[in-house]
T-cell receptor, first 113, second 111 residues
Framework: DSGVTQTPKHLITATGQRVTLRCSPR?????VYWYQQSLDQGLQFLIQ???????AKGNILERFSAQQFPDLHSELNLSSLELGDSALYFC????????????FGPGTRLTVL | SQQGEEDPQALSIQEGENATMNCSYK?????LQWYRQNSGRGLVHLIL?????REKHSGRLRVTLDTSKKSSSLLITASRAADTASYFC???????????FGKGNQVVVIP
């Protein structure tokens, strides 16, 4: 158990819908990262927050957004969902801003029908 | 952008044997990390090696890093059936705050 929690574990929804994925980092960690894992793209970095502020952006679509709240939990919002958005979405946390081990949550499996 | 690339992609070994996986990357890195993933579950952090380190050990794991060749290897000694998983290398560059993952190595340890 990494100490990172993600909810829900599974999510099934229809195209065009909007969903919110939630992540709680390990106690004391200030950074939260979001990654997407799909069969064709592999593991891709989406976005990082550090202590409430966006710190780095990766291959995140404009239809996706995230935020980190004062209690350091984070949410990833996915809207106008397409079939191709079906994937495993992982949250990870680390103590600092850079150059630290990242500890991953169990993931949310999103299926878009 | 840099990205780890593991080689070989799939490995099947008998319990007790050693398993070696390689990873190459393209640009300068601050550190390289190895992760294990069991069957679509979360990634488990195994080891982090920094660019100024050449070798690191953790239990039955040995990681080497050759920055001149931009490559790393992960050795699992005396493998067990529980080591069956996918193994990913991931690189972190300077100041870019993200991990770039390779495609992963699938390792099957036969009891």
């Amino acid at each position: 158990d990494s100490g990172v929690t993600q909810t829900p574990k599974h999510l099934i929804t229809a195209t065009g819908q909007r969903v919110t994925l939630r992540c709680s980092p390990r106690s004391g960690d200030l950074s939260v990262y979001w990654y997407q894992q799909s069969l064709d793209q592999g593991l891709q970095f989406l976005i990082q927050y550090y202590n409430g502020e966006e710190r780095a952006k990766g291959n995140i679509l404009e239809r996706f957004s995230a935020q980190q709240f004062p209690d350091l939990h984070s949410e990833l919002n996915l809207s106008s969902l397409e079939l191709g958005d079906s994937a495993l979405y992982f949250c990870a946390s680390s103590a600092g801003d850079t150059y630290n081990e990242q500890f991953f949550g169990p993931g949310t499996r999103l299926t878009v029908l | 952008s840099q990205q780890g690339e593991e080689d070989p992609q799939a490995l099947s070994i008998q319990e007790g044997e050693n398993a070696t996986m390689n990873c190459s990357y393209k640009t300068s890195i601050n550190n390289l990390q190895w992760y294990r993933q069991n069957s679509g579950r979360g990634l488990v952090h195994l080891i982090l090696i920094r660019s100024n380190e050449r070798e690191k050990h953790s239990g039955r794991l040995r990681v080497t890093l050759d920055t001149s060749k931009k490559s790393s290897s992960l050795l699992i000694t005396a493998s067990r059936a529980a080591d069956t998983a996918s193994y990913f290398c991931a690189t972190e560059g300077y100041g870019n705050n993200r991990l770039a993952f390779g495609k992963g190595n699938q390792v099957v340890v036969i009891p």
